[in-house]
């Protein structure tokens, strides 16, 4: 069952948005931060440029500092319309000059306690301060005229905030309104990229939706190399059901082409059988039905077993570690007292000596290992016999090394196969002799099983007569 998860659209577009909105809102706040840093800056200078108007108008006369200003007005803050301006100059022994007595200076600064001030002093300090129920930028500066020794002026301008936080009001609504715009199309041209992107996927949603349930071909659709590989499991997958499918059917047609002559034969030998009245007759009727049974259950075991070895149908995640000398001895030794009552001789040979703890092991599936070392030899009990000599002979089972591989043999002492028919004997219902009771499966599900392994089989004959038949697994 497919669980519903959120759509790769939305999850792309949701994390695409996020980090592009904290970009904008990070980069709002540090560029309103500068430019509101800057814009104090120009305010200040102006505010200093006021304090240093006010320096040049101080003179000596008759030892004693005077400012010189009738109708004093700071020029400089002219523009600044709305903006409240307040000034203080006082000298060192507290004598106002001009301006108000109540504006503040910087804590620490006042003309009593300033008196022989080191020159340094003379620097500008900036602060905040309130007056006359103001909020106010201030600028305090401690100059010292020529010929004066009573000690030091000091200057504190100030002005109201009104121009600096509707200037910083307006920088902040023109980049709010900016990044707005720049955000939001940034969010637009990612969801269009997102579709963009997501369209080969819709290509082939598409292109599987509007197949005929028939139409098992490849999908042929030109993507980007990152769906190339969905692209190239999908066409796997239509492969893997498309021989299952082949194969099911194939099945189908030889149940049917192997069955129902022989179920036409029990069929008609069952209808004589009881028009005859002689008892050896019937026994004999009798007699050739069990054989077509018998015939039958062979046939039905072997279609059934060369199905099960459809490498499109097996799994290789369950290979075990199998000891290929020790599973050879063993199947041999449960299969030797049927091979006997045939009359023949079973024998196992070990390709060289093995010790138990060095045994050679292969990766492989027991059950299906069992069924090709069962099928190689019942495949000899029914060819192994030497027509000429009528000697059943011995079977001749091998496992081991050879050659750095691992392999299985199985030799008998019959007639062998010609040379021409070598390479068709593993085709399904290839049969050399058709009065055999063979159903031409068996080295047909051997090449199957062998496939899975991923090893190779060959068949040889020898001399003076006799089929050697060698499966050799991959180390």
Excluded: W
């Excluded at 196992?348 to 030899?377: C, K, R, S, W, Y």
């Amino acid at each position: 069952m497919i669980k519903d998860t959120p759509s790769i659209r939305s999850q792309l577009i949701l994390r695409l948005t996020i980090p592009l909105t904290a970009l904008s809102l990070i980069a709002l706040l540090t560029t309103s931060t500068i430019l509101t840093d800057k814009a104090n800056q120009v305010f200040d200078r102006n505010l200093l440029g006021a304090a240093r108007s006010i320096e040049q108008r101080l003179g000596i006369r008759k030892g004693e500092v005077y400012l010189n200003m009738p109708y004093f007005t700071l020029d400089i803050m002219e523009s600044a319309g709305e903006e409240k301006v307040f000034y203080r100059v006082e000298r060192s022994d507290g004598e106002l000059l001009a301006g108000f007595k109540g504006l503040a200076f910087p804590s620490g600064k006042n003309s009593k306690s300033n008196k022989g001030g080191k020159i340094s002093d003379a620097t500008p300090i900036f602060y905040s301060t309130n007056f006359a129920g103001n909020e106010l930028r201030a600028v305090y500066l401690k100059v010292k005229r020529r010929g004066f020794d009573d000690g030091y002026v000091h200057i504190n301008t100030a002005e109201s905030l009104h121009s600096r936080n509707a200037f910083s009001n307006d920088i902040l609504f023109v980049l709010a309104v900016v990044t707005l715009l720049s955000g939001t199309l940034s969010i637009i041209a990612a969801v269009l990229a997102v579709n963009q992107g997501l369209s080969p996927l819709r290509r082939i949603r598409q292109s599987i939706l509007g197949r005929s349930v028939h139409d098992l071909a490849p999908l042929d659709e030109q993507v980007p190399k990152e769906v190339a590989t969905l692209v190239s499991s999908i066409n796997q997958l239509i492969s893997r059901v498309r021989d299952n499918i082949e194969h099911i059917q194939r099945f189908n047609s030889d149940v049917s082409h192997q069955l129902r002559t022989p179920l036409a034969e029990m069929k008609t030998l069952a209808e004589l059988a009881q028009q005859k009245s002689d008892p050896q007759e019937v026994q004999l009727s009798l007699k050739k039905i069990e054989q077509r049974t018998d015939f039958l259950v062979r046939t039905t075991q072997q279609l059934l077993n060369y199905a099960k070895t459809n490498r499109s149908l097996l799994d290789d995640r369950h290979l075990e570690k199998v000891d290929l000398t020790s599973f050879c001895r063993q199947l041999a030794m449960q299969l030797a007292p049927k091979i006997y009552q045939q009359g023949h001789e079973l024998a196992f040979i070990p390709e060289q000596p093995v010790d138990t703890a060095d045994g050679v092991f292969i990766q492989g599936d027991p059950v299906m290992l069992a069924g090709l070392l069962t099928n190689l030899i019942e495949n000899s009990v029914l060819y192994a016999t030497d027509s000429e000599s009528k000697d059943r002979g011995t079977i001749i089972i091998r496992s081991g090394m050879r050659d750095q591989q691992a392999i299985i043999e199985v030799e008998d002492q019959g007639p062998g196969i010609p040379e021409h028919h070598l390479a068709d004997v593993t085709q399904r219902f290839y049969r050399l002799d058709q009065q055999q009771s063979g159903s031409g499966l068996g080295l047909a599900i051997v090449q199957q099983i062998s496939e899975f392994h991923q090893a190779t089989m060959q068949l040889t004959n020898v001399q003076p007569h006799g089929l050697r038949v060698t499966i050799s697994f991959k180390q």
